[in-house]
């Protein structure tokens, strides 16, 4: 999976994620008032509205990014309707041929996290049949657990064609807390980054890139250079670009000279761009074409920061 | 939450938690069989025999014990109708007056963390009207993203009535990798654990322990032992007694001089009885009374340790 993502990157030019983060403030209200004018204003309503929400955006700009990512959380807020939105996103956004990132930070002791491998990025089998949970491509893996609560992520990875990306430094103003604490005059996020190289090796794809991939937030651009070279042949998702802070700029040093190894997400920046000054005039009726254009400022923004 | 927690633990003698974590290995045959004959051997019918396994489980062993813990990568694995057979679990261990630990091990930057409170400890509020997607009282939470990752679970924590447990020192045997690293000469377990008491400094219930409580698991009772005196009034949730390990002996130094602090979970120990030498007895069919019995001997094996 780690090949078609780059070479959907490849093909797109744009190392690009859109975040399918759909909070109750981002989606437009026409499209709550039509979900609960048919079934009153119910979690089920909300979630029809978020999967018209996220049709309409990915059918606005499937054919300019290699990827989405959609936050679960957002989704598990409104408990089974809300997961039942999830699935069915990530699905329509499979049918379009996106490689689907479900970003669900799972992570457990080795038995767990292997049903959760399972249910996320592998397979049950009942009755000789073939049955997914869900069906994401890559999922995001909490490393605080060890080796032990990471690798039958890993076996899934290599036994379906799949991909994680672990946790290294994450985006959020108080990250440094317990990551950047100094381990033998090393900060941790340095040493989860050495065990990502390691937990990687065996799962290395024709493209060079390996299965196991490292989330460092774009607001950490110092930490994004170390790491990068750290990590030669990990994928870096990149979040916190735009909403959070992060600019094209920051971004260079996320990426390895062949002008890949990195991805960059942007959620809130994307598909609440309507709700932006500079994409007002698309109106809330044009949320769709609104992200589009956002997505094609920000894949100018990350170009000409890397040329 | 935590009040009720401390008061059934009073009432029924048994610091005890019995986690309900149904795999495919675990589940009654004829459970299976019944629902197969039914619904053919899907997921769905997976779920119906995970739910009459867990409604026949609690139904043996709700007066003995406080509270139970579902682990929802188990029903996750099965995608929605898994997660449907969570939500039914959840609610019926509430009807039996149990105190419900979904141990769900979220963790992410604040607004997300927020979503995922809202989700299993919380609530959104529609056209003035209350929902809640799953109705957990306490949740387990991953601190590896730090304070602002951890406080939006407190808030609704103080909000609503309810409680967490943040992962401390995990039961598996690779936790050390990262948590027992040194830092300033200390193991980041403990200065987690400080940050489990300044995160529960404010949410302390009228029993004396917080709303934040701590996993330390049975397998490393030394590191029990030191925690437990770094937080005086954060309950202890101790996984990894039994199958994983841990005896009675070890669970001493888990608890206070109040002779609570702490309550053990036993998950294959207790609802796999039935297929343990010890229980064989009692059958398949006698699967719950094996349970029950069980849980008895648990009882009596930290009763006699602590005394």
Redesign the interface.
């Known amino acids: 999976m780690i090949d078609k993502l780059v070479e959907k990157i490849k093909k797109t030019g744009a190392p690009i994620v859109v975040g399918l ?1 759909p ?2 403030k981002l989606i437009p209200p026409q499209l709550l008032e039509a979900a ?1 004018k048919e079934q ?4 089920e ?2 979630a029809e509205a978020i999967f018209a929400y996220n049709k309409g955006l990915v059918d606005a700009v499937y054919d300019l990014i290699p990827a989405v990512k959609p ?1 679960i ?2 989704y ?5 309707p ?3 939105a999830f ?1 069915k996103t990530v699905k329509y956004c499979k049918e379009k041929d996106l490689v689907v990132i479900g970003d669900i ?9 292997e ?2 491998a ?3 990025l592998g397979k ?1 089998v ?2 000789g ?1 073939e ?4 069906e994401e491509d890559f999922a995001t893996v ?8 990471v690798k039958p992520f890993v076996k899934v990875c290599a036994e379906e064609n799949k991909g994680i990306f672990v ?1 290294v430094k ?10 950047d ?4 005059g090393r900060p ?1 996020y340095e ?2 980054g050495e ?1 990502v190289v390691e937990w990687g090796s065996e799962v290395i794809g024709k493209c060079g890139y390996s299965a196991v991939g490292a989330v460092v937030g774009a607001t950490y651009p110092e930490q994004g250079k170390v790491l990068r070279k750290l990590m030669p042949k990990s994928f870096i998702l990149v ?1 916190g670009y735009g909403a ?1 802070g992060g600019k094209g700029a920051d971004l260079v040093h996320f990426f390895n000279e062949d002008g890949l190894g990195a991805i960059i997400n942007s959620s809130r920046g994307i598909i609440g761009a309507y709700q932006q000054e500079k994409y007002a005039s698309y109106g809330k009726e044009g949320f769709a074409d609104a992200a589009r254009a956002a997505v094609l400022d920000m894949k100018e923004d990350i170009q000409s920061a890397l040329a």
């Open positions: 983060d909070t109750m609960y009153g204003e119910t979690p309503a909300v936050q959380a957002m598990e807020t409104f408990g089974i809300g997961l039942i699935d930070k799972r992570g457990d002791i080795g038995s767990t996290s049903a959760y399972q249910g996320h049950v009942l009755g049949k049955y997914r949970g869900f909490n490393p605080y657990l060890g080796t032990d609560g946790l994450t985006s959020n103003p108080s990250s440094g807390e317990f990551q604490r100094l381990i033998d941790l040493l989860v065990k979040p959070q």
